[in-house]
């Protein structure tokens, strides 16, 4: 009696699929051989336009777009809305070397779940992907400095803002995109920005007012200088104590807030500037 033959179990392909979009060929060639030398990632797809997006998407079905913000044929934030039109779940991340806040502002407000400069080291664009991956927001050193210039830019909508407006008045694409803000999940533990997929979620806080808290001088300076922009570790290296201490303080300053992000906590500061008056 022969033993049946035992059939090899099918393997799950864990690796993450990417779409890298991006106008200069040396650059693009960069970041595939980059991405594609770290072994869960595979790059499925590259384009030098967004000419071919719509089919790429349909046939490759990409976990993970890394994409231009400026395109010769049409701009990347355009792209971006079709990315998520497409997949609200697919991550993507602008790839760029534009230094304007604006770019920064309107790209996470459309959903955005990094924006990395061109100039980023190699080991930090995989780190920074990384977290775009596990559901926060990739910004290097250089991309949060503009994200507190932006926050302190652009006019916050109040929470009634859209209450009045007609149901019938036009929308903008960006516009439609803002309507139905996602909050954003808790800090993670090294204290990162967590994710929101509309800034707008982040204007309309459900915060207490800045005089019904009571900060400690320390906690004072912490959230001044989250609102300017600055990680833990900056944080850290300017008030003369350790990581672990900013993190209490800022774990902290998010109960006494009632908020759930360092992003919410720097737009909180713009809206309540004399919570922090004289924080040195």
């Known amino acids: 009696m022969h033993s049946p033959t035992l059939q090899p179990t099918p393997t799950v392909d864990a690796r993450i699929k990417v779409l890298v979009v991006d106008d200069h060929p040396l650059f693009r060639r960069g970041i595939v051989q980059l991405v594609n030398e770290q072994a869960p990632y595979q790059v499925i797809d590259d384009l030098d336009s967004g000419q071919n997006l719509q089919a790429a998407l349909e046939q490759h079905q990409p976990e993970l777009v890394l994409l231009d913000l400026n395109l010769p044929d049409i701009s990347g934030l355009t792209l971006l809305q079709q990315v998520k039109q497409f997949n609200p779940d697919t991550t993507v991340v602008m790839i760029t070397a534009s230094e304007q806040d604006s770019d920064l502002f309107q790209a996470l407000s459309l959903g955005a779940n990094g924006y990395l400069m061109k100039d980023t080291a190699p080991d930090e664009m995989l780190a920074r992907i990384r977290q775009a991956l596990d559901g926060q927001v990739a910004l290097n050193e250089h991309s949060v400095t503009l ?102 303080y800022v774990k902290s300053l998010l109960r006494k807030l009632n908020l759930h992000s360092r992003l919410e906590l720097a737009a909180w500061v713009h809206k309540n500037p004399n919570a922090i008056r004289n924080p040195f």
Do not use: C, M, W, Y
């Open 147 to 248: 994200l507190a210039q932006s926050l302190q830019h652009q006019p916050l909508q109040s929470s009634t803002s859209h209450s009045s407006t007609s149901p019938h008045s036009p929308q903008t694409a960006s516009q439609s995109t803002l309507q139905q803000p996602i909050q954003p999940p808790s800090l993670p533990a090294d204290g990162a920005v967590a994710s929101p997929t509309s800034l707008e979620g982040v204007s309309n806080t459900r915060s207490t007012t800045d005089s019904q808290i009571d900060f400690t001088t320390r906690e004072r300076q912490t959230l001044t200088l989250i609102s300017q922009g600055l990680n833990n570790k900056l944080i850290a290296r300017e008030l003369g104590i350790s990581d672990g201490t900013v993190k209490v």
